[in-house]
Each structure stands twice: as C-alpha cells, then as structure tokens.
C-alpha cells in the first residue's frame, strides 16, 4: 500500500491522455488520486511529474497514447498484433469522465446481458435478451481474463452493418483496467474487429475512459464511427454512474450471479487474486 493505493494497481501501466492531444507546455492530469503535472516541449518531448516526486514518471507511447506508471510494472505494454496491420482503420475516439469505479466500468465492458436494455435496437432487441453459455478462463500465461465463444443477437452490430446479426465476441482482460473485445467484422468474414477501452482512474469513484477501435471498415467517415462509438459509451456512462454501491464489491455473496456473469465473477476472482482494491469494496457482506 502507498497512500491507500495497492501494489497490484500501482504497478500498472495507465492512459493519461492521446499523445497528439496533449497541449504543449504545462498541463494537469491525475492517476490514482496522483495530482500529475505534464510538460510537453515544442519538438513534442514530454515529461510526466507526480506531487512530491522529484523523477518524472516512467512513460510509455503506444496505440497513440501516452502512458504512465506510478510503480514498477513486471510487464510492458500488453500485445495487440491488430494495431500493427497496415489495412485497419485507427479511430481514437476520445476520452470520456465516467463518476464510477474503474473496475465497475471494465465489468460492464464484459457484460452482455445489458444490450437490448441499454442500447436498444443498436447491440440488442427485444426479444433476443438471452445471454448464451460460454467460456471463460484466466490465462496464467499471459496472466489475463479471457471469454470466448460469446454470441449476441445484435439489430446494428457496427456502423457499418446492413442488418441485424448474430454476432461473435472475445473479450479480454488484459490489467485491472483495460480491457479489449474482438467481435464479428461485418466487412471481413475471417477478421475481427478489435475494440479497446482503457481505463485511467482518478480516483476510486472516478475516472476518464479512453475508447480505441482498430476497424475493417473501407465505407466509413471517422467522424461517423466516433460518433457511433461516443453514442455507445454514453449510454453506458447513465447505467454506469448510477450503479450502486459505487466500489466494485469483490465478495461473491454481495451480489448475486446468473449465467451471464461468468465474465464477471472470474474477472472479480481474478482481482481478488492480485489484491486489487483501488475502487473496490472488499468489506465482507
Ligand atoms: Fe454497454
């Protein structure tokens, strides 16, 4: 623990901000309740400062972000071969702050069931409300949460589909606050689209939350998929601030599990195991 915050969140790599982004001279930002100052130099050199640290921050740049540890990561940068191919489309799409539990926003990443609720007509419609079996596993390897063989009956799957599908998911865990799902290209029989979101806590009941999308998609405006993409998030933001309790409660017995939430509850197991408590609430029921 270092100012209430516990080793397995501090020794992560976060977002602070899209690289292009940011303002040259100095600027604020914040992580884990970390006052942070960042200074950015005329030819694009940045450097990162927290409150009564004298060394700037470690950083990182990739996926066109900006990233920072306040502790010592075991791992870089988590792989995402997908960035990496010429013919995808990059779509930053932006920062939105979420009054809500990082971890809570990660959950709700994982979770099917709430499509044809909150995003009605678009990821789901009444009256295919069923979550289908399928599986999850935490890689030891690679130390991530992984759920695969997921599918949701979806009336608008992506901007650019035509017509309702039946689509598939991966999802993927790859830290406590980043997390990325694969779903069916409607453009690319044998691709996925990719979909990253990654998440910056403030505080414990506060943070930004930087969506990213790797797409197949030749037809298109990036205005037209960040608007899509913005649409989506924001009717999660709704679901997202009113949850209650706030932290995210790592006790089983808290809440109780359907089918559906077998992403959750080995994502919940899974922070369980590394102690993470940063937006969590870990007071047994
Ligand atoms: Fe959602």
């Not at 809500?100 to 009605?120: C, K, Q």
Request: charged share 25%; hydrophobic share 40%; aromatic share 10%.
């Amino acid at each position: 623990m270092q100012n209430g915050i516990d080793k397995a969140s501090l020794d992560q790599w976060y977002v602070l901000d899209t690289e292009a982004l940011i303002p040259v001279g100095r600027s604020q930002n914040r992580l884990l309740g970390t006052d942070l100052t960042v200074v950015k130099q005329a030819d694009g050199v940045i450097e990162v400062f927290a409150e009564g640290r004298v060394e700037p921050l470690p950083l990182r740049h990739r996926f066109g972000f900006l990233w920072a540890t306040l502790g010592q990561p075991e791992r870089e940068i988590f792989p995402l071969p997908e960035a990496d191919e010429p013919d995808r489309r990059y779509v930053p799409c932006g920062v939105v702050t979420v009054k809500a539990s990082g971890l809570r926003i990660v959950e709700n990443f994982l979770d099917m069931a709430h499509f044809p609720f909150v995003h009605t007509d678009v990821l789901g419609a009444e009256p295919h409300t069923e979550v289908q079996s399928y599986d999850v596993e935490i890689r030891r390897e690679e130390d991530e949460v992984w759920a695969t063989n997921c599918t949701f009956f979806q009336p608008q799957a992506a901007l650019s589909a035509q017509d309702g599908i039946t689509t598939q998911y991966m999802y993927r865990v790859m830290t406590p606050f980043t997390t990325i799902l694969y779903k069916t290209c409607p453009n690319a029989a044998n691709r996925w689209d990719v979909i990253g979101l990654f998440v910056q806590p403030l505080d414990p009941g506060r943070c930004r939350a930087h969506p990213i999308m790797y797409l197949i998609d030749d037809v298109s405006t990036t205005t037209e998929l960040i608007h899509f993409q913005q649409m989506i998030f924001l009717q999660d933001r709704i679901i997202l601030e009113n949850q209650r309790p706030v932290l995210l409660p790592l006790e089983p017995r808290k809440e109780i599990p359907t089918r559906a939430d077998a992403s959750s509850i080995a994502y919940r197991r899974w922070l369980k195991e590394k102690g993470v408590t940063y937006g969590a609430s870990t007071v047994a029921a």
